[in-house]
């Protein structure tokens, strides 16, 4: 498997997609700048860590599902040795087509299972202290929208990541209108959450 990785495109798209973002919500939940500052920081601390683990295990989860044979997978993204490495590389997968679909496929569903999951909790619990709210609002929605638009990007745009194998080995149109349509509900529900969150 090979995650985009943390690199110079992706630090842009994560100031756009995530930060700026989450700024917003809290700002619109009344944060003061100080407050404000400290919980964008403590947040996409949190992401950090967790962005790399979250893809991954969503591959070793598809592998599982898919009940295909995995040769290894690591939970620890290889881009945590480097702050900004460019990507992950694990073994291959094995399995048959559609197996290995489920494998490259699977951080994406699962991406949209937590864009959903987002937009229930919110209309669940309509309110959130601003920092949880911030919280809900990163891990479900923003994050999985970075996720979505970085790694097809990359896949697109560098022909490389689990995208270039997913539109080289599968039909390209479905890839295409599955994905787009992954990011356009996940920038509607986000947008829809900071938007009617108030203070």
């Known amino acids: 498997m090979v995650e985009a990785g943390l690199n110079a495109n992706s630090l842009l798209a994560a100031l756009l997609l995530l930060v700026l973002p989450l700024v917003v919500y809290l700002w619109r939940r009344g944060q003061r700048v100080g407050i404000l500052v400290l919980s964008c920081l403590a947040i996409m601390g949190l992401w950090y860590v967790s962005q790399g683990v979250i893809h991954e295990a969503s591959h070793a989860l598809g592998s599982l599902a898919s009940g295909a044979p995995a040769t290894s997978f690591h939970a620890i993204p290889y881009s945590w040795e480097s702050f900004f490495a460019k990507s992950f ?5 094995m399995g048959t087509h ?29 309110s ?3 920092f949880v709210g911030g919280l809900v609002l990163t891990f479900t929605g923003l994050r999985s929208v970075f996720d979505l638009v970085d ?38 529900v986000t947008w829809s959450e900071i938007t009617t969150t108030g203070p």
């Open 151 to 188: 790694n097809y990007a990359a896949g697109v745009l560098t022909n490389s990541g689990d995208y270039q194998q997913l539109l080289n080995g599968y039909p390209p149109l479905a890839v295409h209108f599955g994905t787009l349509a992954l990011i356009v509900l996940g920038v509607v």
């Open 89 to 93: 590389e694990g073994q291959g997968m």
């Open 128 to 130: 959130f202290s601003p």
């Open 98 to 126: 559609w197996q290995r679909f489920v494998q490259l496929a699977a951080p994406y569903l699962v991406d949209g299972v937590l864009i959903l999951l987002g937009n229930w909790m919110f209309h669940w619990r309509h």
